[in-house]
Every structure is written in C-alpha cells, then in structure tokens.
C-alpha cells in the first residue's frame, strides 16, 4: 500500500469520527496522530504533506478505532495536560477536568498566603494539606509543582486519599513522574482516615457530584471513567455532604476546605453547610464562565467572606 499523507489521514479520521459522534473529530483525530508520530499537534497542522509509513498508518488506525467506540482520547493517549503538568492517566482514575484548574489555584492561593504570613522553619511541622479523592493525583501534584516554582514545597506535605487503591497506584506514578512523592502520602480511606491528627489547614476535594440520573445523559465516554469518581447519589451531594460531616475532626481551627461542585449546587451546599456546620461559614466561587464551581468551607471564627454568601 502506498504511503498516505499527514492531511489524508486527518481528514478520513475527522470523517470516522464525525460519523461516530465525537463532538470535536478533528481535534481528536490531530490529537492522536501526533501521539501515533510522537510529535505535538503543531506539528501535524503545520506538515500535512508528510507521507506517514504503514506501521504508523496502523497504530493510527488502531487508535481511531478506539475513539470511534467513545473511548477518550486522554486514555487512549495515556496522558493529559492540566495545569501546566502532564498527568498519566488510564481507566484507574477520573481524567482531571479543565474546571478543577480553578480549585488548584484557591488552593495555591490559600497555601502560599499561608506561608507567606508564617513561614515553616525546616525543623517546624509541615503545613498539612488534604486532597480526599485524589484520583490520579491530579489537585495534590499541580498544588505541589506551583508551590515548588514558588520555593515552598519543601513546607508543605500533601496527604492524598482516595477509597480506590488503583487510583492511588496511579497517583503515585504521577508524584513519582513529576518528582513529588517526598511531599505526598497516599492513604487509602473512604474520605479520610477515622481519626486525623494533626488536622488539615488546607483540604481540598473535587469528589463525584453527578446526579446518578445525569450520569448516563452525559457523554459516552464517561462510560470509560470509574463510575464511582462522578456519582453523587440522587442530587450528586450524597458524598461531599458525608465529607461535610468529617470536617470538625479533619480541619484545624483555622482551617479552609476547597470543595469543587456542579454548576447547579450552590445554593444546596451553602444550605447544606448552614445545616450540617452550624456556626461555620460558606462561600462559592464561580468559574470563567461565571457559574458557581469552588465551595469555600470553614469554621465563622477563621474569617472569610460573608456567612451563606453565594459571590
Ligand atoms: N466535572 C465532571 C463532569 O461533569 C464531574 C467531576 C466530578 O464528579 N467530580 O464530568
């Protein structure tokens, strides 16, 4: 068979893809033929002319093949981006979302107004951070990296949980491939160990939110995620409230959770706070596209924005 051009092959994926319902073909289709020729999508834009040889060809066959059946291209290329970092991911974990960029800077933020207001000495404790449901890793290594451009890694231990061992398999990978697992400590739990201690200043989670109605309306390639990343239960809730009910044992006294939510649920989790936590306080804070993403919980006596506020 005779060699087939970069744009020749683009354009028969876009096609199959396209048929297949994959809501951005030719994307996918770039994405996976610079995976296949181990070059970034630049570079399949900027060569179309390139003749690609029949063991590429394959392999690029093979892997279209798989995004026809909805399989998403973060796992068939076995990594994303998110956050600057390029993560590992596979069927073990959730596939870091666009969205939960927004609560790694809260708590970035929140990390480094902390150390920049008290400063941990080498001998004093390390600042303790949660990240509950850490799935591939994602929160807990992109907070890291910032922190270490930023010289405060080195204050700072990340404890990352998650009620799947092979999830933290994969996270461990992940700390080990950016050169972090000296700042982290993967616990299986469901939520958090029974007994925290020392707590948390900072803990953050982007548990499942989805309304298990939703879930199977929503794309098909959730169907390749562990269910047990994105189901919520009836209103999508049922988890992040039970981490709501750990809270007064898992935060210190000044202690801020960073909780991602749906774009539907701020007012229930506001409610939520003022029914579970009385005397604490919740604020909720949009996305780029102004709708509500960030839960800001903790304690009225930590300070903070104004009590139930939906900003
Ligand atoms: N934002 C994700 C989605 O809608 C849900 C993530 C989650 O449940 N934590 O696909």
């Known amino acids: 068979m005779a ?42 834009i900027a060569h179309p002319d390139v003749p690609v040889g029949p063991g590429q060809k394959a392999q690029y066959e093979a892997a279209v093949t798989r995004r026809e059946a909805g399989e998403p291209v973060a796992y068939i290329r076995g990594f994303r981006e998110f956050h600057g970092l390029a993560l590992a991911t596979d069927a073990r974990a959730l596939i870091p979302r666009p969205e939960t960029e927004l609560l790694v800077d809260a708590a970035i933020d929140e990390v480094s107004a902390r150390l920049t207001a008290a400063p941990r000495s080498p001998s004093a404790p390390a600042l303790r951070v949660a990240d509950v449901g850490t799935g591939s890793g994602a929160i807990a290594l992109a907070l890291l990296a910032a922190l270490r451009a930023r010289r405060m890694a080195e204050q700072v231990m990340v404890v990352a949980t998650d009620a799947s061992a092979a999830a933290l398999d994969l996270a461990r990978e992940n700390a080990v491939g ?33 309304a298990t109605a939703q879930i199977d309306g929503l794309a098909r390639e959730l169907a390749f995620e562990p269910r047990g990343a994105l189901d919520g239960g009836p209103d999508g809730l049922d988890v992040v409230r039970r981490l709501l009910d750990r809270l007064p044992g898992a935060l210190a006294a000044d202690g801020v959770a960073l909780l991602e939510i749906g774009a539907d649920q701020g007012e229930t989790v506001v409610e939520a706070v003022a029914n579970r936590l009385p005397g604490w306080h919740c604020s909720v804070q949009p996305d780029l596209a102004g709708l509500p993403r960030v839960a800001r919980v903790a304690r009225a006596a930590a300070g903070g924005s104004t009590q139930g506020a939906v900003e």
């Open 178 to 210: 950016h050169g972090l697992a000296d700042r982290t400590v993967f616990v299986e739990a469901d939520l958090l160990p029974p007994v925290v201690d020392p707590p948390y200043e900072v803990l953050c989670a982007n548990l499942p939110y989805v």
């Open 3 to 44: 060699d087939e051009t970069v744009s020749a092959l683009v354009r028969d994926a876009t096609a199959r893809l396209t048929a297949s319902g994959a809501c951005s073909p030719r994307l996918d289709a770039e994405l996976l033929l610079a995976h296949v020729l181990r070059i970034d999508r630049t570079g399949v």
